[in-house]
Structure formats: C-alpha cells, structure tokens
DNA sequence: TTCCAGGCGTATC
DNA sequence: GATACGCATGGA
C-alpha cells in the first residue's frame, strides 16, 4: 500500500476501487455524498469513527485521518489487502460476471461492524433506501453514534417512537436483548460454520433468510454469504438456470455485489435485461 | 392518489 | 412445505 502523508490529509493510489459504487451500493447506510472541490466525496463512519473521503485525478484522500488510523482503521474497512484485480480476474470466467465486473470495477466488499450491520438490515426489510437511511441517521443521532446492544435493550416500543421504524422496531428490540444478554456472540456466530452461523441469526424475531444472509456478508466478511433479493432472482433465473457457478462460491457474495449493481443499472438505462 | 420498497411472521392448507 | 396476506412509514 503506497500512501502519503500531506498536512492533516493521507493520500493513496488504490485500483478497483470507485467512492459511489462502494459506498452508495447498499451495503451501508451511513455515508453521504457531500458537495466539495473534488470529483466526488463522501462523509460517513467506521463505528463511531468519522471519516471525509475524497478523489480526484486518481487519488483518494483521507481527510484530517492519521498515518495510525489510517493503517489500523481504514486500511482494513476498505479491504485494502485484498486484491480486487484477482477477485474481478476469477470470476470473469463466467461471461456475465464479466460484464458486471467491467460494468462495476469499483466495488470492494467494506469490512462492517457486525451490530450496525445486523440492525441495520433489520430496519431493511420491505423498505427503501431513503428511509432506511432516515431512521438509521435518527437513531445515530440520538445516541450520539450507532447504539450499543445495551442501549437499545433498555428501550421499548413506545421509546423507540421517535425512530418512525414502524413494525421493524420490536424487531430491534428482539435483537438488542439476544446480543446484549450473550444469548447471541455476534463474535461467534462470525466464525461458526455457514448454517450454524444462518440458523443462528434467525432466532431473532425479524431475522429471515435474507437479512441473516446480509449480516454475514457485510457484517462478518463471510464472502461465501449469498443474499438473494427481487434482483438477485431475476439474475438467477435469467443468466444462471442451471445454478450460479461453483467456482465462485466462496467467493459468490462478492460476485452477487457486481450483479447487484450491474442488473439494477442495466433495468435502469435500459428497462430490460440485455 | 396509489404503488411499493435489498422481508418476515403468522395463518391456513 | 407451500402459498397468501398484513405490516408502519414515507418516497416516488
């Protein structure tokens, strides 16, 4: 990693990597496009880490970030270590991953704080993105930062009003007394094989199939995690009739990112699959 | 205004 | 085990 340290600021040069299609894809909530001098930049947080990013001519700056938190925080966040060139070169094998890849090179998987993620995949469901991001940016606000299991634990419904979450709140709430009484070691269920670890984050009320399948993929890096929404199906039915690739299945939630993006894209300019 | 959103719990068969 | 339906809220 070849970085530079000017003023207050570290400055990188880092392939694969694109601030919209990383950080405004759906895989996290909390960042935020602001107006700046630069060609694009975000303000967003690690946990309760503030960070502006910025690019421009190829470079990306860290604003106001230390060499320290840069190495120990940022670096990891941003999967930094990984090689998305290899990623991008495995899975192109397969003549549609190919095409997502090119369509949307910039993508890299965020290593995300597990409790964030959870909740808010939780508050995900039946909703849209806006919103999502509404009640989340309601509930960092209110407690100064992303809540702790403990914090919310001692809310209730009628608490947690303010938050206009509608039915996800008890949802929540069943989330934050499993995690905060060590019923459910987010910890564990990080490194518990894959079914142990699904069947575990279903035993929370408003957990199913899909959000337990997010929190493993962007909350525990557990890249073989395959969440499949509306989008995804279509994807499936359309490119993959005979079964998604078993070359890329420890790998397949990082190709699903790419699909994601490619076939919403694709809807979008086209309006019909190509 | 009406539709619908990165789903899930529940009832019913 | 499959399928249908309601759910809180607000963006489009």
Redesign the pocket.
């Known amino acids: 990693m070849n970085y530079i340290q000017k003023g207050n600021d570290i400055i990188i040069w880092q392939n694969d990597f694109n601030l919209d299609e990383t950080l405004d ?3 996290a909530f909390r960042w935020r496009k602001i107006d700046s001098d630069f060609d694009c930049s975000y303000t967003g947080f690690f946990l309760n880490q503030p960070l502006t990013i910025s690019t421009k001519d190829g470079q990306f700056i860290f604003h106001n970030t230390t060499e320290q938190d840069f190495l120990n925080i940022w670096m990891d966040y941003f999967d930094f270590k990984t090689d998305y060139s290899e990623i991008k070169k495995l899975l192109s094998r397969d003549k549609t991953l190919a095409k997502a890849c090119k369509f949307a090179s910039g993508i890299r998987l965020l290593r995300q704080d597990s409790w964030e993620v959870l909740c808010s ?1 939780i508050i ?9 991001k ?1 009640i989340i940016s309601r509930l960092c606000e209110h407690y100064q930062g992303f809540p702790t299991p403990q914090e919310l634990a001692n809310e209730n419904i009628d608490s947690l ?1 303010f938050l ?5 709140a ?2 929540i709430l069943d989330a934050s007394r499993l995690v905060a009484s060590g019923e459910l070691d987010l910890d564990k269920v990080a490194i518990m094989p894959i079914d142990d670890a699904r069947k575990a984050l ?1 035993t ?11 929190a493993l993929l962007f909350g525990m890096y557990r890249t073989e995690a395959f ?6 199906k279509r994807v499936l039915e359309e490119y993959y009739p005979e079964g998604f690739p078993s070359f890329a299945k420890n790998i397949s939630g990082i190709a ?2 790419y699909l ?1 993006h490619y076939i919403r894209n694709l809807e979008k300019s086209t309006s019909q699959l190509v």
């Open positions: 894809c759906g895989q995949f995900s469901q039946n909703n849209n993105i806006p919103r999502i509404g009003s206009r979450a509608g039915f996800r008890k949802y279903m929370i009320k408003g957990v199913g199939p899909k959000v337990a399948e997010c969440p499949i929404d509306v989008w995804i699903q990112q994601f």
